[in-house]
């Protein structure tokens, strides 16, 4: 029984499907079956039952992966220890990232991070806030990017920076003559919102109180704020997009934005890792980075923003 081994049983276990588990491990599909094949052989048991689609552990399988599942977590904090000591800042890493961040976030930095920094492997991974916390418990990621809330007492963060909200309002909307738009402007607003789970939403409702507003939850039970920006774009109601998103737009779609009249619903974006984290030279490095990457105004919370 090798690392390797646990590794491939693990990705094939949160994954639930061989292909995808052997692009994530970097190994052919053959070479992954073949390398669970021979450790099923070994214990003498079936991990996985192969029939069942998506891809399910066995009950004796499951007990093996959540096994292996500790057994990496106490190798890879070896590794991490020593990688650390040596102030190193290559081998992988691992960062989840809310999807209301990451599009406009990534690529500010990342291809020039990557590029100065060649032997680092960010491995990044969009999720949900609940999901990050999930997933920093158990291992699966080293760090995540995502909005302060409530209860992250267990875990340790720090502020990146700070990204105010805007309405972006329809041209057939009667709150498109407004220069900035005040929380009691939206009564009876048909408004296109996330889904219940997205912080970016909860904020939104809470500042904005929206109870009243007819949102868009009956038209269109999913989305994204880009799927959104396009139903605006169109002709129908508002939506709120996050201030990184503005010098992605055209000129046409400029003159959609509506600020927020004074105080400025703002969210503070935090890097947050467990307390037992050790690679704080990586960690360093990419908070330093990300500073960088946003205008300066942004990084600190000024007297006409609310943090929400």
């Not at 021979?38 to 004796?60: H, N, W, Y």
């Not at 680092?120 to 916390?133: N, P, Q, S, Y």
């Not at 920093?136 to 502020?159: C, G, M, P, Q, S």
Request: charged share 25%; aromatic share 8%; glycine share 2%.
């Amino acid at each position: 029984m090798t690392l390797q081994q646990m590794e491939y049983i693990v990705a094939v276990y949160r994954l639930r499907h061989f292909a995808k588990a052997a692009e994530y491990c970097k190994v052919t599909q053959p070479t992954l079956s073949s390398m669970i094949q021979k450790l099923e052989d070994e214990l003498g048991i079936k991990i996985f039952d192969r029939s069942a689609q998506p891809v399910t552990p066995t009950a004796i399988g499951q007990r093996v992966i959540e096994q292996s599942w500790k057994v990496l977590i106490r190798a890879r904090k070896i590794k991490d220890i020593v990688a650390e000591e040596k102030k190193s800042l290559g081998g992988t890493f691992r960062i989840g990232i809310l999807p209301t961040i990451a599009p406009y976030l990534l690529p500010r930095f990342f291809t020039q991070l990557t590029a100065q920094h060649p032997d680092l492997e960010l491995r990044v991974i969009e999720m949900k806030t609940e999901e990050i916390k999930k997933a920093l418990a158990r291992a699966e990621i080293d760090a995540a990017i995502l909005v302060k809330v409530d209860n992250l007492e267990h875990f340790v963060y720090t502020t990146l920076f700070y990204e105010q909200f805007v309405a972006y309002v329809s041209r057939n909307d009667r709150l498109f003559e407004k220069k900035s738009i005040r929380t009691s402007d939206l009564t009876n607003e048909f408004i296109w919102l996330l889904d219940e789970g997205h912080c970016f939403r909860d904020q939104l409702v809470k500042f904005c109180n929206l109870k009243e507003a007819r949102t868009s939850k009956t038209t269109y039970s999913l989305g994204s704020i880009e799927t959104f920006m396009r139903m605006v774009e169109n002709g129908k109601g508002l939506t709120f997009i996050p201030e990184l998103a503005l010098p992605q737009l055209s000129e046409s779609q400029h003159k959609l934005v509506r600020p927020f009249a004074i105080p400025i619903p703002t969210r503070e974006i935090i890097m947050m890792t467990t307390k037992s984290f050790v690679r704080r030279a990586v960690l360093d490095l990419l908070a330093e980075t990300i500073r960088k990457s946003v205008p300066e105004n942004m990084l600190k919370l000024n007297n006409t923003e609310q943090r929400v």
